[in-house]
């Protein structure tokens, strides 16, 4: 499975952007698909997840109420529109996918698939 992530860019806070995730092959099952970020000197964080079968969309709380992660599966493609943007935003995102457990679908180590980020930048 390779990732390939775009849409990144800069934005005046307050505004809005969208990712997009294309996937390689599509995704079926049990797989899931998820959305961190990571900011210069942090950890890498989770943002959101969806899995691709069934119900369940989970999100961190700093975006909640924010961000919307969404999918296509005709296309094998997930989403993250990114409304009132905050300077804290700022990082690079990485879409990623994998077969998460419920319980550790925020755990970056649960997926085995990364794609190669894309730097989003809120300016104040």
């Known amino acids: 499975v390779q990732l390939q992530a775009s849409g990144g860019g800069t934005v005046q806070a307050g505004g809005s952007l969208r990712l997009s995730c294309a996937a390689s092959e599509r995704i079926f099952g049990q797989y899931a698909m998820g959305w961190f970020r990571q900011a210069p000197g942090k950890e890498r964080e989770f943002v959101a997840a969806?899995?691709?079968?069934?119900?369940?969309?989970w999100y961190a709380d700093s975006v909640k109420g924010r961000f919307t992660i969404s999918r296509d599966n005709a296309k094998a493609t997930v989403y993250l529109q990114m409304s009132s943007l905050k300077p804290e935003d700022t990082a690079v995102y990485y879409c990623?996918?994998?077969?998460?457990?419920?319980?550790?679908?925020?755990?970056?180590?649960?997926?085995?698939?990364w794609g190669q980020g894309t730097q989003v930048t809120v300016s104040s």
């Open positions: 990623a996918a994998g077969t998460p457990i419920i319980s550790s679908i925020r755990r970056a180590s649960s997926y085995g698939y």
């Open positions: 969806l899995r691709w079968s069934g119900a369940g969309i």
